[in-house]
């Protein structure tokens, strides 16, 4: 860019600097064009990320008594389903099992619960594929399967087969009282 | 656009308009006078058919946003008020739901026609993947516009493709959270998918002027695939090929009319009727037919970024293709080796659509049990899909560069009207000589 303006330049005081003074306003005024259509970008494409009503989403609360062993409720959760399982003595000895497996995530059944409420697992409910629900009690480890495209979890809740990369996520959570999380 | 005019202004008005618009003479240049090679078949019309297409498209589209409510709490109810309650809402939205599946008939002969008469090489380069930007930009067009009905299908099959970006490492979640607007595919998605459905066709119209253009530089293609050498290859677009794409047209709308009054389901999925539930997935998710190819490569592959790489990568290969093909020759027609490759290759294509409407772990060949093989069974639709999979990409990274260098291929005419003339009994002289100039 310097050669051609130095080139053009018929002003005898300003060739043979490099850069002359008018190679800086040429510099300074791209810089100045592409640092405002940069910043005028930015809210563009900013916009389309989750707006303030969104990201003030409130936790959820949820009545544990409502749940039988070998029962699982889905609620919504920040739009996605929310898996609330009470397993039965059999899942849990087959989750506990599992930790020994070759596992794709290595996790153990103890850190995907809260320590003595290995009854209680809580997890959201999208394959960590490309987002499809699972269904309980398909595959075979008798946990999740995804219809999607065939990922099978354990009763950990841990990928097992199939396509899908990780285990299904836990989200946060507490125990307000034994009968009652507070999700979120 | 090809530079010299045979235009002349007839009227005074003709005259005043064109040294201050020439657009009279821009329409007479690309579409009457325009020099086509005379011997254009009908795999030729599909270009005219596209046209019609997208136009059938915008005006249909048009109409439905007129009734359509962009919300989670009305999309679906809308679309059934313009089915029962809206005057011929019925048929707007059935020739708008069947048009976007006639779109795709029509493009995936275009492409095929491209591929087989090589009409993506030198100098037509630039025409071919302007050519691949519209097919892109339909896909996306075409997707977003079933999410707008907000069936299972249509929430579903959203959350899938966004996910997809998910599969980026280190900028995938931002990236997926930035098109959903929110944690999940919610009302915030819905607007902007019906904002960008109703954009796109128009950037579309505008590749597809670009397209045009392209194509007038170095004029068509021809199923000889060889140059025109004189204007004696030649014949006026109008009105030899305005009437046989009309008439292409007409037939097209046959099979368009027939779909839209007889059958007008067949082509979706009846699932699409259950409104949008994000709590339960429906047991079988499939995108629409125009999509499966692409969706088999995706769960060929048991990796989840090998297998969206996989997945736009069969794309890409289009893209590259004028440069992957070494071979001089245009034409298949003189191509004997690589015609039969290219046979199998519009097999293995509709091979993978087969097998992505059907369930990964479904048997190929019903009843026959056979042994698992790393991690599914060999006579699964997984296996087919890989091995469809492997050929589809094995054509353009292998067989079409390797082919072009080893093959033998048959003698090509001199030119386009040499195959007719050189026999005299097919050349009275005189005949049909200009039937286009009246008197």
């Not at chain 1, 990928?159 to 946060?172: F, S």
């Not at chain 2, 066709?201 to 004029?219: C, D, K, Q, R, S």
């Not at chain 2, 082509?267 to 969706?295: C, Q, R």
Request: glycine share 8%; hydrophobic share 45%; net charge neutral.
């Amino acid at each position: 860019m310097a050669d051609t303006v130095v080139g053009a330049n018929p002003d005898p005081h300003a060739a043979g600097e490099d850069p002359n003074r008018r190679d800086f306003i040429h510099i300074a005024a791209t810089v100045a064009a592409v640092g405002a259509v940069g910043g005028l970008a930015w809210p563009f494409i900013d916009q389309m990320n989750p707006a303030g009503d969104t990201l003030a989403l409130a936790s959820v609360e949820f009545d544990l008594t409502k749940v039988e062993t070998g029962q699982q409720v889905t609620i919504k959760w920040r739009g996605k389903p929310l898996f609330i399982r009470r397993r039965t003595g059999k899942e849990i000895a087959e989750a506990i099992k599992g930790d020994t497996a070759d596992l794709r995530d290595k996790q153990t059944d103890e850190s995907r619960h809260k320590p003595g409420k290995a009854e209680w697992l809580i997890l959201v409910g999208t394959c960590t594929h490309l987002g499809c629900v699972p269904t309980f009690g398909g595959g075979d480890y008798g946990g999740w399967f995804c219809p999607c495209h065939g990922s099978v979890y354990d009763t950990s809740g841990r990928i097992r087969k199939g396509p899908a990369p990780k285990n299904l996520e836990v989200p946060e959570y507490t125990f307000l009282s034994d009968t009652k999380v507070k999700v979120g | 656009m090809s530079g010299h005019s045979n235009y002349e202004p007839k009227t005074g008005f003709e005259r005043w308009l064109d040294v201050r618009l020439p657009i009279v003479r821009l329409a007479y240049d690309s579409v009457v006078d325009f020099p086509t090679p005379k011997n254009l078949n009908y795999w030729w019309t599909f270009g005219g058919i596209l046209a019609f297409c997208l136009g059938i498209q915008i005006v249909t589209g048009v109409i439905l946003a007129m009734h359509y409510v962009p919300h989670v709490d009305y999309a679906f109810a809308s679309v059934e008020r313009i089915m029962r309650d809206v005057n011929y809402g019925w048929l707007v939205r059935y020739m708008h739901a069947n048009g976007a599946s006639m779109f795709f008939v029509a493009v995936y002969v275009h492409i095929f026609r491209g591929l087989y008469y090589g009409s993506y090489k030198a100098p037509r380069e630039v025409l071919w993947i302007l050519g691949c930007v519209i097919y892109l930009l339909m896909m996306a067009t075409a997707f977003m516009g079933y999410v707008l009905p907000w069936g299972q299908m249509s929430f579903h099959g959203a959350v899938v493709i966004t996910n997809l970006f998910g599969a980026l490492p280190v900028v995938g979640p931002s990236i997926t959270t930035w098109l959903w607007g929110g944690f999940a595919v919610d009302d915030p998605t819905l607007n902007r998918f019906f904002s960008l459905h109703y954009l796109l066709p128009f950037m579309i119209a505008g590749v597809v002027i670009l397209h045009i253009w392209a194509l007038h530089v170095p004029g068509n293609n021809n199923p000889t695939g060889v140059n025109v050498k004189s204007k004696a290859d030649t014949v006026p677009f109008h009105p030899y090929y305005t009437v046989k794409d009309g008439f292409a047209i007409a037939v097209f709308m046959l099979m368009f009319a027939s779909f839209v009054f007889f059958n007008p389901n067949a082509l979706g999925d009846a699932v699409n009727y259950v409104p949008a539930n994000p709590l339960v997935t429906p047991a079988h998710i499939v995108p629409e037919w125009y999509f499966l190819p692409f969706y088999a490569i995706l769960r060929a592959v048991p990796n989840k970024l090998a297998g969206v790489l996989g997945m736009f990568g069969a794309i890409a290969m289009l893209f590259v293709l004028p440069w992957l093909d070494t071979s001089k020759v245009r034409s298949m027609r003189y191509r004997p080796t690589a015609k039969l490759y290219f046979f199998i290759f519009v097999a293995t294509c509709l091979v993978l659509g087969f097998c992505g409407g059907r369930l990964p772990d479904d048997h190929v060949i019903p009843k026959l049990t056979t042994f698992t093989l790393l991690d599914a069974d060999l006579n699964s639709m997984v296996w087919l899909s890989r091995i469809a999979a492997t050929y589809y990409f094995a054509y353009f990274l292998l067989i079409l560069p390797i082919l072009g260098l080893t093959e033998t291929p048959l003698p090509q005419p001199e030119s386009i009207s040499e195959p007719v003339l050189s026999h005299s009994a097919n050349a009275p002289a005189g005949a049909a000589a200009s039937p286009e100039k009246r008197g």
